[in-house]
């Protein structure tokens, strides 16, 4: 897939007006409102450099969380957060194809930066089309005449079919950003390359993608063992016949993931002890961490995969030449039970194999270590990363691939 799309290189950029979508969905204070993290703003800071530096004229498209959630807000302060970084003025509109918005593009002259509003202010963002319908729409259309190229840098969106990822590549020449470009290689080429022992870490919450890539990885042969934690491994056990107690299987059946049971059960039938579930938990305790055997577990909640479980997944990630992780071990964010994700996290950091840590949470908690340097690859996009870890196609990357039929 790599191959297949346009990047920055294949255009001549100087004096181009350029329209970039990037990722800088960000951490906000609910009190403040203040943005707590900028790790995004600085990731496609490269992309945007780049473009400044080659004359330029950069429109930006970013969107911060969805309708309803307290953190949805304008990116006034984004705008503020990047010019420091970037350590030049990031010029800033309330609107996104308004005639002020329309004359602010027309205005820009070479190396200089326009953030427009938040994309999900507009009603049509995430409404489900495909580019072609996405391409109808009225930001595409007001704004497609006043752009030469558009460039996709937001990998960690590119999952989703949405009017600013994927309706601007059916009529404009586009290309993928240096963000977008690296996380297809280095995913990819580790896929196409993995050696034995491979590992994949699975765990978090969004139980019904971890199973998906744990089907794919091991019918296809890359996973020598799939190793579960999280809610993930609770319904592992429970498809193992183990039980995990009445409030895990109700919290299990309230997610909605009780036919995920069901499809386990065939994968433990096909695989055996490639599916390696835990041989003991922590459950919460009168407010407390006790680790339990998983044959008596009490009807307490489990939070974190045992002391017992974390020494024996620990030495299989150090004895792997691959290891992918996706979820972190437990609820992380509680210190007691905090425990299985940083000792993973950190067998890890100090394995000699290659380490792919698959975004959202566990990327966090690896920053939050200050470990991610001794990562291989820390992925910018949990959700991206995971549905190409399960062999499934990234739609905003096949829009990139039909504009590159139209526009090579």
């Avoid at 489900?128 to 996709?152: A, F």
């Amino acid at each position: 897939m790599s191959t297949k799309f346009l990047t920055i290189d294949d255009f001549s950029i100087e004096d181009k007006t350029v329209l970039v979508r990037i990722d800088i969905n960000s951490p906000v204070d609910p009190s403040s409102g203040l943005i707590l993290d900028d790790t995004r703003l600085k990731l496609h800071a490269e992309t945007i450099k780049e473009l400044l530096n080659k004359g330029a004229k950069v429109v930006i498209l970013a969107h911060q969380s969805r309708p309803g959630k307290n953190d949805f807000t304008s990116l006034a302060q984004h705008a503020d957060a990047f010019s420091k970084i970037l350590n030049l003025p990031v010029k800033y509109i309330d609107s996104l194809f308004s005639t002020s918005a329309q004359e602010a593009i027309k205005n820009l002259k070479p190396h200089e930066i326009l953030l427009l509003e938040n994309v999900r202010f507009f009603a049509e963002e995430t409404l489900k089309r495909t580019p072609e319908e996405h391409s109808q729409s009225i930001l595409v259309k007001n704004l497609s005449p006043l752009i030469d190229i558009y460039i996709n840098d937001a990998f960690a969106a590119a999952h989703r079919s949405q009017t600013s990822l994927v309706g601007f590549t059916v009529n404009t020449p586009s290309a993928a950003g240096r963000v977008m470009e690296r996380e297809l290689t280095v995913i990819q080429n580790a896929l196409g390359g993995v050696e034995s022992p491979c590992v994949f870490l699975l765990g978090g919450m969004k139980a019904d993608d971890s199973i998906e890539v744990m089907k794919n990885v091991l019918e296809n042969g890359t996973a020598d063992y799939v190793l579960t934690t999280g809610l993930v491994a609770n319904i592992v056990l429970w498809a193992a016949g183990v039980d995990i107690a009445e409030i895990n299987r109700n919290f299990i059946e309230t997610r909605g993931y009780r036919s995920m049971v069901d499809k386990v059960e065939g994968l433990i039938a096909k695989f055996g002890d490639r599916i390696v579930y835990p041989s003991d938990v922590a459950c919460e305790v009168d407010g407390e961490r006790v680790d339990v055997s998983i044959d008596e577990i009490p009807n307490n909640s489990i939070f974190d995969i045992g002391i017992n479980s974390i020494n024996e997944y620990a030495t299989k990630i150090r004895e792997a030449k691959y290891v992918f992780a996706n979820g972190p071990a437990g609820v992380f964010e509680d210190l007691k039970f905090a425990m299985g994700t940083e000792d993973l996290v950190n067998a890890m950091a100090t394995s000699q194999g290659f380490t792919l840590v698959g975004g959202g949470h566990i990327a966090a908690a690896t920053a939050a270590l200050g470990v991610e340097d001794k990562m291989s690859h820390v992925s910018s996009g949990g959700g991206a990363c995971i549905s190409l870890l399960a062999g499934k196609d990234l739609v905003a990357v096949n829009a990139l691939i039909e504009s590159a039929k139209k526009f090579k």
